[in-house]
């Protein structure tokens, strides 16, 4: 074992992957998988709290396996797995929602916004998904868990539980921190940049989506919602729209805001977006181009999943047991 510390995170295969699942995690993923040790998940269980079709789901689920390859995650460097290989994470799940609040999972902003799109299936899984992302990053010893902004909320959660439960049967669990990228941890819709670019969204066209061919991508943006004034300068109330295109082209190339708007002091709206669609073509160009080589190897895709569920059911096990135990289940 070395001494780097451990990071998990997870995407769930809920919609194709996009702007937002890149920046504000894969992208920050690559970064720290050089220095970490790193669990990468594809958290399908996460995805049957809405209604979903199989085929799809199962589809998406090696596509996005793919994708994060292609991402440049190397599944020799990190344990890649899908969350359903697993099943101490259901397991872990039970116990900690015996050690999870009702009033706090209420409190859940992912919970009442979904529960309000989704009023005739507010089904119990909904509920308690942050107790399964709990479950996610505990069994691991997550030091760190990158995120976007909108899960800070739930690793927070998987703290408190981590808590209570370690004051009543001491150390067992690791204090998980979020790890919220400082640009790109909140890429909201290009459509109504008021809201969430989220993969399920039923209103594509304000989604970037990384499999898209150039042409939808650029159309996309050209299609943008900004404002009625003239001037690129980020005011995220104000000109809600021109900035998330800033903050998106800052995570793209580097720059600083201040360095976009000078770069762009002057120029037309449409030509900023222009740029900020051609900056994010040419990231993903070689990533779309090698996912789609991926995608074709079943039997690669096959071996890496296979690799990974190995590799985290080794170490899940052993917390799952030490858990078991300290709760005074009958060892096996
Ligand atoms: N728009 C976003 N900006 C920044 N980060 C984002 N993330 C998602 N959307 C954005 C981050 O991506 C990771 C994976 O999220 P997830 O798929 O597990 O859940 P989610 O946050 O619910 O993502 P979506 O796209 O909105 O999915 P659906 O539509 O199924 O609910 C997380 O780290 C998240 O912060």
Redesign the pocket.
């Known amino acids: 074992m070395n001494n780097k510390k451990t990071i998990f ?4 295969p ?2 194709a992957l ?4 890149y ?3 894969i992208k920050n993923w690559v970064e720290m998988s050089k220095n970490y040790n790193c669990y990468y998940c594809i ?1 399908d269980m ?2 049957i709290t ?1 209604r979903h079709t199989p085929a799809e789901l199962r589809r998406r689920t090696l596509e996005q396996l793919a994708q994060y390859i292609a991402c440049g995650l190397d599944p020799e460097k990190n344990t890649i797995f899908i969350q359903s290989h697993v099943s101490a994470h259901a397991e872990l799940c039970w116990v900690l929602s015996c050690y999870a609040m009702f009033g706090e999972l209420s409190r859940m902003t ?1 919970f009442k916004d ?1 529960s309000a799109k989704n009023v005739d299936n507010i089904n119990a899984g909904l509920f308690t998904y942050p107790v399964l992302m709990a479950a996610d990053i505990l069994l691991y010893n997550a030091d760190l868990v ?6 800070k909320q739930h690793v927070e959660l998987a703290r408190d539980i981590a808590n209570r439960f370690n004051g009543v049967y001491g150390d067992v669990f690791t204090m998980p921190e979020p790890y919220i990228p400082k640009v ?5 819709s290009l459509s109504n940049p008021e809201k ?6 039923e209103d594509t066209g304000g989604c970037v989506y990384l499999m898209q061919s150039p042409e939808e991508i650029m159309r996309n943006f050209k299609r943008a919602v900004t404002d009625s004034e003239t001037s690129i300068r980020y005011d995220a109330e104000n000109k809600p729209g021109i900035s998330n295109l800033i903050q998106i082209y800052s995570a793209v190339s580097g720059k600083t805001f201040k360095e976009i708007e000078e770069e762009f002091a002057g120029r037309g709206y449409g030509d900023f977006k222009a740029a900020v669609g051609e900056a994010v073509v040419e990231m993903w160009c070689p990533i779309r181009e090698e996912a789609q080589r991926i995608m074709k190897d079943k039997a690669y895709l096959e071996a890496v999943y296979r690799q990974g569920a190995q590799r985290a059911e080794y170490v899940a096990g052993k917390t799952l047991r030490k858990v078991y135990k300290k709760l005074g289940f009958v060892a096996r």
Request: glycine share 16%; net charge positive; proline share 3%.
């Open positions: 995170s997870g995407i769930q809920s919609g996009t702007l937002g699942s920046l504000g995690a958290v996460h995805a809405v992912q979904k990158p995120v976007g902004s909108d899960q790109g941890a909140r890429i909201m969430k670019m989220s993969k399920s969204d």
